[in-house]
Each structure stands twice: as C-alpha cells, then as structure tokens.
C-alpha cells in the first residue's frame, strides 16, 4: 500500500494505475482518513516541537483535529468528488465514481502530507513563510495536475475534455464556497446586530425606569 502511495505522485506511474487499479468508495474513505490522520499528527508533533510547553492544549487540539478530519471527508466526498464526477459525465466519462474517489485520495493524501512536511520549518523560521507559501503553491499546483491526470485516465476524457470539466467544477465549488461564506457572514451580523439591539433597549429601559 505505500508503494501505491508512493508511485501516486509520479504521473506516468499514476496513469497505469487508474488503467489497472479499480477501488472502492469505503477504500477511498479509509485512505483518506488514515491520510488526514497522519497529516494532522505531523502539524501536531510541529506544534509541540516549536513549543514544549503547549503540552496543556494537547487534549483541545486533538478534539479539534477529529472534528476536521470528518468535516474534510464529508466535504471531499459529498461536495468535491460527486461534482467532479458529475461534469466528466458532461463529456460522457466512463469510470465510476468509486474508481475516481479511490484513485484520487491517493495523490491528495499524499501532497497533503509533503504541505504538512513543508510547513513545520516555518514554525522555527517564521522569516522564511514567503519561500515556503510559495512552495506550498507549486505543490498545490503539481496536487491539481495529478487530479487532472486521475480524472483523464479513469473517465477516459481526451486532455482538453478532463482540463475543462477539472476547471468547471473548481469554479462551481468557488461559487459555493463563496455563497456558503456570505450566508455565514450574514447571519453573524444579524446576529451581531440583534444582541446590540437588545442591549440598547435593555438600556434604554433602565434610564426609563430610573
């Protein structure tokens, strides 16, 4: 299994396995959990390594990492993986979204653990964020070429096919993304503003009855 892991970040490599390798949705969902998990113990043990003693906060951040780790699936598999599945039948894919989950999970564990390598030196060396972010987006980048490289192999789609349909839903998860974030942004401030109304007539009470 971590020769598949391995061999998942190398294109040529990860093009015969999406001809070869078939998967399953429960594999896929256990790849990525035990990927989140490693990636998540890596931030920790960079945590603690640039702060011995934030050793009190150990408990809070392992609830906080658990809760992430089933927010991140559910959102890969409900929102990224059923959109990105629903555009290649656009240019009549033909693999499954089994195969695609599966196959995909392998190179997103795998980039996500090296961004999680990557960042641990700018907890020591905060001088050096700008070397490391821009790291960080050439591996974000490299991360997006291997899911092109998935969706093209298992759905079959020519090269432009599987970049279009790969574009389309990035710019459909933005539209979310952005619509979900306004909502929540919304309801902050009429919540805001709800308390603050209540205040000032809660004040404005009390110099009456004075």
Not at 58 to 77: D, E, F, G, P
């Amino acid at each position: 299994m971590i020769q598949k892991f391995i061999d998942s970040i190398f294109p040529d490599k990860l093009a015969g396995m999406c001809k070869t390798e078939k998967g399953t949705l429960l594999q896929g969902l256990l790849v990525m959990l035990v990927g989140l998990v490693i990636v998540h113990a890596i931030m920790l043990a960079g945590q603690l390594a640039s702060n011995p003693f934030a050793m009190s906060v150990l408990t809070l951040t392992l609830i906080s990492n658990a809760a992430s780790i089933i927010i991140s699936l559910v959102v890969l598999l409900v929102l990224h993986a059923l959109l990105f599945f629903i555009s290649t039948r656009v240019f009549k894919g033909t693999g499954t979204l089994d195969q695609q989950f599966y196959m995909a999970s392998l190179p997103y564990v795998m980039m996500q653990i090296i961004s999680a390598i990557l960042d641990i030196p700018v907890l020591f060396f905060p001088n050096l964020i700008c070397v490391f972010g821009i790291i960080g987006l050439v591996v974000a980048l490299y991360g997006l070429y291997l899911l092109y490289i998935v969706v093209k192999n298992v759905h079959g789609l020519s090269s432009t096919d599987a970049a279009i349909s790969i574009f389309l839903t990035i710019v459909i998860l933005v539209v979310v993304y952005f619509v979900v974030a306004f909502i929540l942004v919304m309801l902050a401030l009429g919540s805001i503003l709800a308390l603050a109304g209540s205040g000032a007539t809660g004040i404005s009470n009390a110099l009456v009855g004075i």
